[in-house]
């Protein structure tokens, strides 16, 4: 395989598990069940199970753009 196809495929598989958490932390936060001023810990996972875990700040989705 090409380099450039194994960076491209690793970068689209690594992105999509953070793009699920950033969204399920965007979700949470809008709809009050998470402060916005503590830590939480957002999983993510295709198939079964997690692959993807982040902490994050939560932050409503007006403010996207403040995600730490």
Sequence with gaps: YPFE???????????????SNLRITLMVADSGRA???EDV???AGT????????ELTPAN????????
Excluded at 5 to 19: D, K, P, S
């Design 41 to 43: 810990i957002a999983g």
């Design 35 to 37: 402060r916005t001023d």
């Design 47 to 54: 198939g079964k199970g997690v692959d993807t875990a982040l």
């Design 61 to 68: 989705s007006d403010f996207g753009y403040m995600i730490h």
């Design 5 to 19: 196809e194994v960076v491209a495929n690793n970068l689209r598989i690594f992105w999509t598990g953070h793009e």
